[in-house]
Every structure is written in structure tokens, then in C-alpha cells.
């Protein structure tokens, strides 16, 4: 898959998730998040635990 995600621990939790394709991708989220803007790349979705991203996008999220 090419979905590349990392988290970054520090006063909150942020979760960076990258669809490198040209396709669409989905990325189960490990536990509940928050959509943060992201300037840029707001071509994505968030329906429970399943992030939704359009080609070549990104999404940062809070996890809870």
C-alpha cells in the first residue's frame, strides 16, 4: 500500500497519514481522532475509524 503514516507524541497526539498513489486510499485509524486543517490538502474523509484520502493527499488528525 502506499500510505505512509507516523505519529508524533509531545503535548498532544498528532497522526501524519500520506496517500503517495494515484489512487484512492483508506487508512483504518488505530483508535478515535480529530480531522485538523490541514491548508492544502482538504480532500479527505472521516467516517468512525476509516480515513478516506484522495490521490496524492494528506491528513493530520488528533488522537484521542
Partial sequence: ?????????GAERLLMVFNLS?????????VEA????LPGFEDHSLDGSSLGLSC?????LRLD
Avoid: T
Avoid at 1 to 9: G, I, Y
Avoid at 22 to 30: I, K, V
Fill in 1 to 9: 500500500d502506499n500510505v505512509l503514516a507516523f505519529e508524533r507524541k
Fill in 22 to 30: 494515484d489512487a484512492m486510499a483508506d487508512f483504518e485509524l488505530p
Fill in 34 to 37: 480529530m480531522l485538523l486543517p
Fill in 56 to 60: 496524492r493527499s494528506a491528513a493530520c
